[in-house]
Every structure is written in C-alpha cells, then in structure tokens.
C-alpha cells in the first residue's frame, strides 16, 4: 500500500529550508537571498517569512532588513540543550586548542550530507580568519571539519557522495574538484586529522579531527582555522596531534568511558 501524504509536509519542508538559511549567519539573509538559495517563488518566500516572523521564530532586521532567527528559536535551543549536553563537553577542549595554539577551535557536527558550526573559540593571535563561525554548513567534504568527518565514514557513503559530487559541493566544486576530495580523504585517513588549504577562501587554512560517537561512528569534529602562514608543514604535526587527543577525549565522554 501507498503511504498516505502527509497534509502539509511541502510547507513544513519548505519552513525548514528558510530557518536553515536564515539561521546560516548571525546578521541573517536578505529576502533576494532566500529566494534564491531556497528555489521558492518570491510571494511564497515573503508569505512564510511573515508567517514565522508572526510566531516569534522569525525577525526583520529594522535597518538591514534582513530576516534573522528570533526569539522563539532562543527558547527552543535552550530547552533542547538539555538533551545534547555538548557545550559542557566540547567547549574544554575547544579552549585547550584556542589557549596552547593561539588559533580559532570550532566544534561541529554532522547534520545530514552537511557540516553545522557548533561552538567556538576565539584564540590569542591577533590575525584571525572569519571563514567560520556558528551555524555556517558545509556540504561533507568540504572544509576541515567536514574532510575529517567524510573520510571516516563507511566507504560505500563516501562514495555515494562522490558519485554526484558537483550537485553535493555546489558552490563549492570549482575548489574542491572529485580528485582533489578523493586525495584529501586519503591522506585524512593515513594521518588521522585532515587539512584544508586554503581550499574554502585563499590564504585561510583549517584542520580537522573526527569526533565518534557510541557506534564508533563520525559524528562530529575540531577544528582550527586560521592564516596560511600559522599552518606550516613544520607545525602542522603537533596541530594535528592536539586536535586527534581532544577528539579522543570528547570521544570517550560521548560514550560514557
């Protein structure tokens, strides 16, 4: 027998892509930009905008204009945090990193064939790279974070991803062509942390260390950002093994050793 439709889902599903959107950066999106990145028509875009702006989850920036997360969204996150005690966990490690390195340590986790931006931590050197920041996603294989979390994930998933790379990376599959992605899955395996140069936004450098869960599972990742200059073949060994043993170590809380 056919399932039977679920009255609404189009709607809820078209809602979920908007909040996602909206919810990417902390300034918010302009409507032209929701539009666009959402594939809905522009009448059907601004009737859900106010519609969720009508029920708090939703604001209009009164200078920008651009639709921001609102206050509903804060109430709901902090109710669910309850459930996903990660800032307790994670946010130790992320100031180990930020203080014995001096760069930016993100947190992230995996959400679908995506990366989201969790928590951050700001480091001591004066040079920063503001690629990344809470709530940014990137398609998996893309970036330090999602390279880490890809190249330990069962070999037919990968591959799955690969087979339709340029529609998974969009935008981002001029710099990170299918040979490219696969060499750097690679070289992510044999050293145990995966590095980003420059591939994202020249000149910024990343790296990255995978998060298991109970399954043993990659289920999030560290991650460090920063100039071209702090990330020296010479100094990139002792980033990486900073990242492996805070990985391990948030590893083995999440699952309860």
């Known amino acids: 027998m056919n399932p039977t439709p679920v009255q609404g889902a189009q709607v809820v599903s078209r809602v979920a892509v908007l909040l996602r959107i909206v919810g990417r950066k902390p300034e918010g999106s302009p409507l032209v930009e929701l539009v666009r990145e959402s594939g809905l028509t522009r ?35 902090s109710v669910a945090s309850a459930r996903f005690p990660l800032e ?23 959400r679908g064939a995506e990366t989201v931006c969790l928590l951050r931590e700001e480091g001591s050197f004066p040079v920063r790279s503001f690629v990344l920041h809470e709530g940014v996603r990137f398609p998996l294989g893309v970036a330090s974070a999602g390279t880490a979390i890809m190249a330990f994930l069962p070999t037919a998933e990968q591959e799955e991803l690969l087979a339709c790379w340029a529609a998974h990376a969009g935008s981002f599959a001029a710099g990170h062509n299918e040979a490219k992605v696969r060499e750097n899955l690679e070289a992510t395996r044999q050293a145990g942390y995966s590095v980003n140069p420059g591939l994202v936004l020249e000149g910024s450098w990343g790296m990255g260390a995978a998060v298991f869960d109970r399954r043993g599972r990659p289920a999030w990742a560290l991650s460090l950002t920063g100039i071209e200059p702090r990330f020296r073949e010479d100094r990139r060994e002792f980033l990486g093994r900073l990242l492996m043993d805070e990985a391990h170590r948030i590893s083995l809380q999440l699952k309860g050793d």
């Open 43 to 77: 009448p059907t875009a601004h009737r859900l905008l106010s519609s969720l702006a009508a029920e708090g989850l939703l604001d209009q920036d009164p200078h920008s204009g651009n639709w921001v997360l609102g206050p509903e969204i804060l109430l709901m996150g």
């Open 88 to 110: 307790d966990i994670a946010r130790p490690s992320l100031r180990r990193l930020a203080e014995e390195t001096g760069e930016s340590a993100f947190f992230s986790i995996r």
